[in-house]
């Protein structure tokens, strides 16, 4: 067995950018993530690199870029979370389902981050970013 070979595909070695980005089932959890935001541009990124720079380059403010980088984050963890419950617990986790798992884990986060007062309407992350978050630490 050749473990440098994605075990999700089979297809293609599983180096990071090939796993997190590249792979069909990483790009099918994007899909799902890229509808919520509603964004598309980034369909064609197949790096860790181009997902980030993606995110940078929107035109948009900089606390919804903030914002989607946490949810960028945490679409990276749940892929990796998903990849290891199927090759260490034979648990196959849908796309959709860890889509669901990003959504529960940036709320989480942000409310680690910011507090529990914190008011997170993910409708805004959709539309356009407000001040509802007013980070104390920000840098
Ligand atoms: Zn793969």
């Known amino acids: ?3 440098t070979i994605c075990s999700r595909c089979g297809a293609f070695p599983e180096d990071a950018d090939h796993l997190l980005v590249g792979c069909t089932t990483a790009k099918n959890v994007w ?16 790096t860790v690199r181009e997902v980030l720079e993606g995110v940078q380059d929107q035109i948009r403010c900089k606390n ?12 990276f963890w749940s892929i990796w979370r998903c990849r290891n419950e199927g090759i260490f617990n034979g648990n196959y986790i849908p796309t959709h389902k860890a889509a669901e798992m990003v959504k529960e884990e940036t709320f989480i986060w942000m409310r680690n981050r910011y507090g529990p007062k914190v008011h997170i309407d993910f409708k805004i992350l959709q539309e356009h970013y407000t001040d509802k978050i007013t980070p104390p630490g920000q840098r």
């Open 1 to 3: 067995m050749d473990s």
């Open 64 to 75: 919804w870029k903030k914002m989607v980088m946490v949810v960028t984050f945490a679409t």
């Open 31 to 46: 899909q799902h993530i890229w509808v919520w935001l509603k964004i598309s541009i980034w369909a064609q990124s197949s």
